[in-house]
C-alpha cells in the first residue's frame, strides 16, 4: 500500500507523469510502476489514465492531507490546544480510533484525520460515505472533570460551531437540522457523531467525528440516502484547500470543547436558532418502532427537541430518535 501512496502523492495534481519518471523518482521499474498503479487504484477507487507519450495520471485531481502545511494554517490559540496530530491514509473509523486511543490515556486535544473511512459511522449505526481524499473525515478527543450527563446538548454547541466556521470561510446558506446535520439549500453537506465515555460521576472523555462533503463524484455518493452536496458545487467551484478548511474547522472545534467546559450550552443556543432551518415545519420523528408526526417547535435549553403534536409538546433527545421533513 506504501508504494501505492507514493504514486499517488506523484499523480495528485491532475497532470500527466512519464512511467520513466516516475520510476525514476520512487526507484523501482517501469514495469512495477503500472502494477502498483493498477493495485492502488483498485484498491482506492480511483481512475488511473494513461497516454502513450505522456505517461499516467489521475482523472481527478487529489488535495492530500499534509500535516506540515495543516499546522501552518493553525492559529496560535488552537495550535496550544493541540495535543496530538494524526494523519493516515486509510483507517476504520477516526472516531473508533480517538475512542481506542482515549481508553489507553490519549490527551485532550487529539486529533485525528485519514484520507478515507473504510467503516465510517453515521448517527443511528448508519455507514458515513469516505471516498479517498474526496472529502475530509476528523475527530477530536476533549475530557472532562464531570460525568457524561454534563454534557447534554454538546453535539449541538459542535453543529452551530462548524456551520459558523464554514460560513467564515464563504458559505452562505448553511444550516441545520437537529440534532447537527449540515445542510446547505435542503441537501446533505456534513455531519457530526459525538460518541461519550466516562463515569457518572466523572470523569468522562468525548470524541467529536465530523464528515464534511468537499468533492465528491456522483458515482462517489450514490450509496447516500438523501439528496447531498459538496462544498465543490456549494461554492461554484472554489472551495477552500482541504487542508486550510481541516485546520479552520480543528480551529473552531476545540476552541468550542474546551468554551463547552467553562460555560455549557446556554450561549450556543441563540446562534443554534440562527442556523436552525426547521423551525415552525411539518416532520416526523421515529422513536423506536414509532413514527410520530409534529411540528417541529425548536430546541429546548437542555438542547431537547420539541415537537408539538396532536397529544400536547413532546420533548425528545438525540440518542432516541431520528427527524425526517
Same mark, same amino acid.
Given at each position: 500500500?506504501?508504494?501505492?501512496?507514493?504514486?499517488?502523492?506523484?499523480?495528485?495534481?491532475?497532470?500527466?507523469?512519464?512511467?520513466?519518471?516516475?520510476?525514476?523518482?520512487?526507484?523501482?521499474?517501469?514495469?512495477?510502476?503500472?502494477?502498483?498503479?493498477?493495485?492502488?487504484?483498485?484498491?482506492?477507487?480511483?481512475?488511473?489514465?494513461?497516454?502513450?507519450?505522456?505517461?499516467?495520471?489521475?482523472?481527478?485531481?487529489?488535495?492530500?492531507?499534509?500535516?506540515?502545511?495543516?499546522?501552518?494554517?493553525?492559529?496560535?490559540?488552537?495550535?496550544?490546544?493541540?495535543?496530538?496530530?494524526?494523519?493516515?491514509?486509510?483507517?476504520?473509523?477516526?472516531?473508533?480510533? *480517538?475512542?481506542?486511543?482515549? +481508553?489507553?490515556? =490519549?490527551?485532550? #486535544?487529539? &486529533?485525528? $484525520? %485519514?484520507?478515507?473511512? !473504510?467503516?465510517?459511522?453515521?448517527?443511528?449505526?448508519?455507514?458515513?460515505?469516505?471516498?479517498?481524499?474526496?472529502?475530509?473525515?476528523?475527530?477530536? *478527543?476533549?475530557?472532562?472533570? +464531570?460525568?457524561? =450527563?454534563?454534557? #447534554?446538548? &454538546?453535539? $449541538? %454547541?459542535?453543529?452551530? !460551531?462548524?456551520?459558523?466556521?464554514?460560513?467564515?470561510?464563504?458559505?452562505?446558506?448553511?444550516?441545520?437540522?437537529?440534532?447537527?446535520?449540515?445542510?446547505?439549500?435542503?441537501?446533505?453537506?456534513?455531519?457530526?457523531?459525538?460518541?461519550? &465515555?466516562?463515569? %457518572?460521576?466523572?470523569?468522562?472523555?468525548?470524541?467529536?467525528?465530523?464528515?464534511?462533503?468537499?468533492?465528491?463524484?456522483?458515482?462517489?455518493?450514490?450509496?447516500?440516502?438523501?439528496?447531498?452536496?459538496?462544498?465543490?458545487?456549494?461554492?461554484?467551484?472554489?472551495?477552500?484547500?482541504?487542508?486550510?478548511?481541516?485546520?479552520?474547522?480543528?480551529?473552531?472545534?476545540?476552541?468550542?470543547?474546551?468554551?463547552?467546559?467553562?460555560?455549557?450550552?446556554?450561549?450556543?443556543?441563540?446562534?443554534?436558532?440562527?442556523?436552525?432551518?426547521?423551525?415552525?415545519?411539518?416532520?416526523?420523528?421515529?422513536?423506536?418502532?414509532?413514527?410520530?408526526?409534529?411540528?417541529?417547535?425548536?430546541?429546548?435549553?437542555?438542547?431537547?427537541?420539541?415537537?408539538?403534536?396532536?397529544?400536547?409538546?413532546?420533548?425528545?433527545?438525540?440518542?432516541?430518535?431520528?427527524?425526517?421533513?
Amino acid at each position: 500500500m506504501q508504494r501505492g501512496l507514493d504514486l499517488i502523492r506523484v499523480l495528485a495534481d491532475g497532470d500527466y507523469h512519464s512511467g520513466e519518471l516516475i520510476a525514476r523518482r520512487l526507484g523501482i521499474s517501469r514495469t512495477a510502476v503500472w502494477k502498483a498503479l493498477a493495485k492502488v487504484a483498485g484498491q482506492l477507487d480511483l481512475v488511473v489514465e494513461r497516454a502513450p507519450g505522456r505517461g499516467y495520471r489521475l482523472a481527478v485531481p487529489l488535495q492530500l492531507l499534509e500535516p506540515e502545511r495543516l499546522l501552518r494554517a493553525l492559529p496560535t490559540a488552537a495550535a496550544a490546544r493541540l495535543s496530538r496530530l494524526e494523519v493516515l491514509p486509510q483507517i476504520d473509523s477516526t472516531n473508533l480510533r *480517538l475512542l481506542a486511543e482515549a +481508553a489507553a490515556g =490519549a490527551p485532550a #486535544g487529539s &486529533v485525528c $484525520l %485519514a484520507e478515507r473511512q !473504510t467503516a465510517g459511522r453515521g448517527r443511528r449505526g448508519r455507514t458515513w460515505v469516505s471516498p479517498f481524499a474526496a472529502n475530509l473525515y476528523l475527530s477530536v *478527543l476533549w475530557r472532562y472533570p +464531570a460525568g457524561p =450527563a454534563a454534557l #447534554g446538548g &454538546v453535539s $449541538l %454547541a459542535a453543529g452551530v !460551531t462548524v456551520a459558523a466556521a464554514l460560513q467564515r470561510l464563504g458559505l452562505a446558506e448553511v444550516g441545520l437540522k437537529w440534532p447537527n446535520d449540515l445542510l446547505w439549500r435542503g441537501r446533505k453537506l456534513g455531519g457530526l457523531l459525538l460518541e461519550v &465515555v466516562g463515569e %457518572a460521576q466523572g470523569p468522562s472523555h468525548l470524541v467529536v467525528g465530523l464528515g464534511v462533503n468537499l468533492r465528491m463524484e456522483a458515482d462517489q455518493g450514490r450509496a447516500i440516502d438523501q439528496p447531498w452536496v459538496d462544498l465543490f458545487q456549494a461554492l461554484d467551484g472554489r472551495p477552500p484547500e482541504r487542508n486550510v478548511l481541516a485546520a479552520a474547522l480543528i480551529d473552531a472545534l476545540l476552541e468550542m470543547l474546551e468554551r463547552f467546559g467553562q460555560v455549557g450550552l446556554r450561549p450556543f443556543l441563540a446562534e443554534w436558532e440562527r442556523y436552525d432551518l426547521l423551525r415552525g415545519q411539518r416532520v416526523q420523528v421515529q422513536l423506536g418502532d414509532r413514527v410520530i408526526a409534529g411540528t417541529y417547535a425548536g430546541i429546548a435549553p437542555d438542547g431537547a427537541l420539541r415537537l408539538d403534536t396532536p397529544a400536547g409538546r413532546l420533548c425528545l433527545h438525540a440518542g432516541e430518535v431520528s427527524l425526517r421533513l
